[in-house]
């Protein structure tokens, strides 16, 4: 069954569950941004071949020309809408805006299983029980990684336990992660120069916020991200070490829109590991 889907992350769950009755496609490859994405020669086709479309949902794929393909595909899911239809509680939101980046809290991406197995099994009957089966496995390997990843950050000391990336692919990173468990003010933890959506323009109200959030929590280093330009990052730094602050830019970017060549579960242990040597 050729199957495509818009993201790496999508792909990895896709992947998973499917094993070798599934082939997978990545549209969205390498370190393009999701957000701003727009068709390409080629990519209608690739549309055109596949049995199954899975995307991401929740207005990450908002480039125009892909949006309106994704909407008119009978054949497309989108993962994080039913995420989002089983678990309306655990989405974020910032500035009015839905959140898209739930692949960044492992326990809840683990419940994007639940529309791949089914879709797969309606397009594919005979092997039903193929994905059943890998599914479970691909639950309880999920649920490790998680408890993993929780362990890693939970180990730094809770008065370091913030963050600043380049923009808040992060939010639901720092509510599974680095927050206490049942903390309120989870929020708190975690800031960004940049919106839900990476622009590269920043005004000096943006950076000046960062720098308040940066004295305030007492923090040396501001973390990168592969996908994502360093700029704003690195005026973060060279702005607030002018006023005195000693911020360092992480020298290891994480792994927020952009995978590289990990597996989904490597980047976020990966992302955990960098994060709790360099706070």
Known sequence: MKVLCTTAQVASLVAEIGGERVAPWVLIRGELDPHSYEMVKGD????????????????LEHGASLASLLQRSKNAIAVGDTIQKLSP??????????????WMDISLWEQGITPVVEALSRQDSEGASYYLARAKNLREEMQRAHDKVLETLQKVPEKKRYLVTS??????????YLANPGEVNWADRFAAPEG????????LRDIQKII????????????PETNVSRDSIRKIAYA??????????????LYGDAMSDLSYLEMMQKNAETIAKYL
């Open 89 to 102: 509680d655990r989405i974020l939101t910032k500035d009015g805006v839905v959140d898209p980046h739930i």
């Open 196 to 203: 839900l959506a990476p622009e590269g323009q920043l005004s």
């Open 44 to 59: 209608a086709e690739k549309f055109a071949r596949s049995d199954l479309i899975f995307y991401n949902g929740l207005g």
């Open 240 to 253: 607030g070490n002018e006023l005195g602050l000693d911020i360092s830019v992480c020298p290891e970017p």
């Open 167 to 176: 923009h808040d692919a992060f939010q639901y990173f720092t509510r599974s």
């Open 212 to 223: 308040d959030f940066v004295k305030l929590k007492r923090i040396c280093v501001v973390f």
